[in-house]
């Protein structure tokens, strides 16, 4: 089976979002990165966003844009992978289940965590079932 690429799309410490090539300046940091933040608010409602970790908003901004350059509204299934998962939302995790000598834990975080949770987004806002 023949699989291809047909959008790609990056949210990063430099002008990369929607951009037709890589950047003509770049930025330099002195200490921490951030991120150059597209305008969500054009992707999703305020209500949807409030509940939404920052990288959930990244992916799924990202994984939008990426079906419109591949001129698909509505995709017949999600496949979503990494080696890495949400780090931070893990790590968040991980911290307090220390902190609380793994007491009462409130799982929202390390679900939100996984890779699924972009699949799942991208199905629910695109209708695909």
């Known amino acids: 089976m023949d699989i291809f690429i047909n959008g790609a799309q990056a949210i990063s410490p430099q002008?990369?979002?929607k951009a037709e090539s890589f950047p003509e300046e770049v930025h330099?940091?002195?200490s921490r990165m951030?991120?150059?933040k597209p305008d969500y608010k054009a992707y999703f409602n305020s209500l949807a966003?409030?509940?939404m970790s920052n990288i959930i908003k990244m992916s799924t901004t990202a994984a939008f844009e990426c079906l419109k350059e591949a001129g698909?509204?509505?995709p017949d299934g999600i496949l979503t992978a990494t080696g890495q998962g949400c780090?931070?939302?893990t790590e968040k995790f991980l911290i307090k289940m220390l902190d609380t000598d793994e007491g009462f834990l409130n799982?929202?975080?390390f679900i939100q965590s996984t890779h699924n949770s972009?699949?799942?987004q991208i199905a629910y806002q695109k209708k695909c079932y």
């Open 87 to 89: 780090v931070e939302d």
């Open 28 to 30: 330099t940091y002195a």
């Open 72 to 74: 698909m509204e509505n």
């Open 49 to 51: 966003m409030r509940r």
């Open 107 to 109: 799982p929202t975080t």
């Open 15 to 17: 002008d990369t979002f």
């Open 118 to 120: 972009l699949g799942a």
């Open 34 to 36: 951030t991120i150059i």
